[in-house]
């Protein structure tokens, strides 16, 4: 989620387009500084959970997004064009859960295990 953020950002400023992300809650005047700072902030969490110094991050960012996916996608006013698209926002947001539970998992603080 942080690369493909990091990398929306750099497209829309190379090429001076404005982001129109309903699904964020960001207005498109706000949204490349707002795509910038979740994909740094969110690369920043993988990174010190994956090298070990503040595991506990990684399930903070994960519930970020999964909380961003549901807001964005299910209790916002952004409507789906076809129902194929709203199976892929399900599949997506289900993917986000998991992902969540795997960032618990690994986050969990043991001594013994660095």
Request: charged fraction near 10%.
């Amino acid at each position: 989620m942080s690369g493909f953020l990091l990398a929306l950002g750099i497209v829309s400023a190379a090429t001076s387009t404005d982001l129109h992300l309903d699904a964020i809650g960001l207005p498109p005047e706000k949204a490349l500084a707002g795509v910038f700072i979740l994909g740094i902030v969110g690369l920043l969490c993988t990174v010190l959970a994956f090298t070990g110094i503040v595991r506990v991050l990684f399930p903070f960012w994960a519930a970020l997004v999964v909380w961003l996916m549901i807001d964005g996608f299910f209790l916002s006013e952004a409507t789906f064009a076809e129902p194929a698209s709203f199976r892929w926002a399900i599949l997506l947001t289900l993917g986000a859960i998991v992902a969540f539970f795997g960032a618990v998992s690994t986050a969990r603080l043991n001594p013994y295990n660095s």
